[in-house]
């Protein structure tokens, strides 16, 4: 025997925050996409364009699970590495959600005229604790490059596909 249950809308009994999902449900995302270029030169972490979204999770016990991808080119240092580092923040309260160890992402140039493309792609998981409005923020820096050669580039439309900054939030 089938049965269908059709429901409009769940309420608690006193508040949204009565109705429990089982562990592991999404009950929540939002995604926002960036094509506008963020030149760089630095190996201090600067905000990335277009890569921020604010979200309020459902449940202060969730866990956001976040999903980052970045359009990136690197620029030419002869004889040397060139190498992006990527950061996730939590702007609303400073916040670091994920930061690049060692390198990051990047390649070898051995003549002065080599450039590369290439997509950044990575995954966090962070816990706000809260139900209020975060804001999530993207910073990338240059975490080797040395010599003449030319800036970092992400996102730049001219280039590539752009980035995406992607949240889903987990009932646990």
């Not at 089982?22 to 030169?41: D, L």
């Not at 991808?69 to 992006?84: C, E, K, P, R, S």
Request: proline content about 2%; glycine content about 12%.
């Amino acid at each position: 025997m089938a049965s269908t249950l059709t429901v409009d809308n769940i309420v608690g009994a006193t508040t949204a925050a009565n109705v429990k999902f089982p562990e592991g449900t999404p009950v929540g995302w939002k995604t926002a996409a960036a094509v506008t270029s963020t030149q760089f030169n630095t190996n201090s972490y600067v905000t990335a364009s277009g890569i921020t979204l604010s979200y309020a999770a459902k449940y202060s016990t969730s866990t956001l699970y976040f999903n980052i991808h970045l359009h990136a080119f690197f620029g030419q240092y002869q004889n040397a590495w060139a190498t992006i580092g990527v950061k996730l923040i939590n702007a609303t309260d400073s916040a670091t959600v994920f930061t690049d160890a060692g390198y990051g992402t990047g390649k070898y140039s051995t003549d002065a005229n080599d450039r590369e493309m290439s997509y950044i792609g990575w995954n966090a998981a962070y816990s706000p604790n809260s139900t209020s409005s975060k804001t999530y923020t993207v910073q990338v820096a240059k975490l080797a490059g040395s010599g003449s050669g030319s800036g970092m580039d992400v996102n730049n439309p001219g280039y590539g596909g752009g980035g995406r900054i992607t949240v889903m939030e987990i009932a646990q």
